[in-house]
C-alpha cells in the first residue's frame, strides 16, 4: 500500500518496467542448456563454460554494473543493463549458427553471464531506490518477485515457442524483450515518491 501511494498511478508502468528488464535473462537461462546440447557441445566442454568461465564473466559483470550503477545517471545506468542483458540472449542466436568450437562456447557463455552480471547489479540499485526505508525487506521482496513473475511465465512456454521460430528466432526474440523495457524509460524515470504519510518512528 505505501508503495501504490508514495507513486501513485506510476507504480503500473514501473511495474510493467521491472517486468520486462529482465525477461531476456529468464528466457536465457530456460533454453541456453538445451541449445549446447542441441548443438553438439560436449559435457565437459559444457561444464567449462558453466562452471570457471560463467563465474568469472558474472563476478566482472556485477563489479562494473555496481560500478556504473554508483558513477553514471540512473536512466542511463539501466539502458547500458538492458542493452547488454540483451547483447547476451543474441550471442546464442550467433553460437546456433556458428561452427561446432569449443571457444565459441565459452565466448557465448563469458558474454552472457557478464551481461546478465551487469543487467543485475544495476537493477538491483535501481530497485532499492524504489522502496521506502521505512519498510525495505518487504518493498523489495514485493518489486523483486514481481519482476520475474512474468518472466517465468513466459519462461514455460520456451519449448513451444522454440519449436515455431527455431533457437536463433528464440534468443533473437528474448533479447528484444529485454531491450523493450528501455521504451518505458522516459516515464519511469519522471516517477517521483510522494513523503510518506507515517510518522517518524521514535528515538
Request: proline residues 5%; aromatic residues 14%.
Amino acid at each position: 500500500m505505501d508503495l501504490f501511494w508514495r507513486y501513485g498511478f506510476a507504480t503500473l508502468p514501473v511495474l510493467v518496467f521491472v517486468s520486462f528488464y529482465r525477461m531476456g535473462d529468464v528466457l536465457t537461462l530456460t533454453l541456453s542448456h538445451p541449445l549446447w546440447n542441441a548443438r553438439g557441445y560436449s559435457l565437459e566442454a559444457i561444464s567449462m563454460a558453466d562452471g570457471a568461465v560463467a563465474l568469472f564473466a558474472s563476478m566482472a559483470g556485477v563489479a562494473i554494473g555496481g560500478w556504473i550503477a554508483a558513477r553514471w545517471r540512473m536512466g542511463w545506468a539501466l539502458v547500458i543493463g538492458a542493452l547488454a542483458s540483451a547483447i547476451g540472449n543474441w550471442v546464442f542466436a550467433w553460437l546456433w549458427d556458428t561452427p561446432l568450437a569449443d571457444g565459441s562456447l565459452y565466448l557465448a557463455a563469458g558474454i552472457d553471464q557478464f551481461g546478465h552480471g551487469l543487467a543485475g547489479a544495476v537493477f538491483v540499485v535501481y530497485l532499492s531506490m524504489l522502496v521506502n526505508p521505512r519498510y525495505p525487506a518487504a518493498q523489495y521482496a514485493f518489486l523483486s518477485g514481481f519482476a520475474f513473475l512474468l518472466p517465468r511465465l513466459v519462461a514455460g512456454a520456451s519449448g513451444t515457442i522454440q519449436k515455431v521460430i527455431g533457437y536463433d528466432g528464440f534468443f533473437v526474440m528474448s533479447g528484444a524483450l529485454s531491450l523493450a523495457a528501455v521504451i518505458l524509460l522516459p516515464v519511469v524515470l519522471r516517477a517521483r515518491s510522494r513523503p510518506s504519510d507515517q510518522p517518524e518512528p521514535a528515538a
